[in-house]
């Protein structure tokens, strides 16, 4: 019983050393509908790469979305669990700054709440030999974003804000909400490119052969990239 209960003991000391209260810093964009990127690290604590959406009052939107015209934005709130909040998101209370918090970065608003977050998108990142250059798509028509997915093999933060120049409205609806990821190489600034159709991820009332057309989308402008350490 002894021996059950020392196990015990260190397994729950085990398990409060792992809770750490850390710094985690995030870019925050969009326009329809604000969203917050988690800046990841290959660092056990920040090796998350993250997207929630979340909700402020509508004045503190209008001066992010002015700030955004300029300016990419990075945000830092007070230390919290990383994995606290991926198992039950709660509000983020913290700093906006204008450009990168840790590189001469300014701030521009204090003490603001990110409240009501939805993570929309999160994997455990690791360095690797993967080869394959992936993105995320997600927002809606009007406000479309690509995500480049960390595997392992170019370990390349990028955030790509999109227009869709070809397609259907319900085409384009649903590639943009599909929870598939799309191959492609690095995205370039200002290129046009096609989604295709993948017979098992496409309705068929959408696709109407393996390799149907769905979209084409514009990289209207790279709202940040950085080299993820």
Do not use: W
Request: net charge negative.
């Amino acid at each position: 019983m002894k021996v059950i209960f020392t196990f015990l003991v260190l397994a729950f000391t085990s398990f409060q050393i792992m809770a750490i209260d850390a710094t985690h810093g995030m870019v925050i964009f969009g326009k329809d509908t604000l969203y917050a990127y988690h800046l990841p690290m290959f660092h056990k604590i920040h090796n998350k790469q993250m997207i929630f959406a979340f909700d402020v009052p509508l004045d503190i939107k209008a001066q992010i979305s002015k700030f955004q015209d300029t300016q990419y934005l990075t945000f830092v709130p007070a230390p919290f669990d990383l994995d606290k909040f991926i198992a039950q998101p709660f509000e983020l209370k913290g700093n906006l700054y204008s450009g990168h918090f840790e590189k001469n970065g300014v701030i521009v608003l204090e003490g603001i709440t990110l409240a009501n977050p939805k993570i929309i998108y999160l994997n455990q990142i690791s360095k690797g030999v993967d080869n394959n250059e992936e993105y995320k798509l997600f927002g809606s028509k009007t406000d479309a974003y690509a995500l480049h997915l960390i595997n392992g093999s170019t370990a390349i933060d990028q955030i790509f804000k999109l227009v869709p120049t070809v397609g259907s409205d319900a085409s384009i609806d649903y590639v943009i909400n599909s929870k598939s990821l799309f191959n492609f190489s690095l995205l370039e600034l200002n290129f046009e490119y096609t989604i295709f159709s993948i017979a098992e991820h496409c309705p068929s009332r959408l696709c109407g052969g393996p390799r149907q057309k769905l979209a084409t989308f514009k990289t209207e402008s790279l709202y940040f990239e950085d080299q993820v350490m």
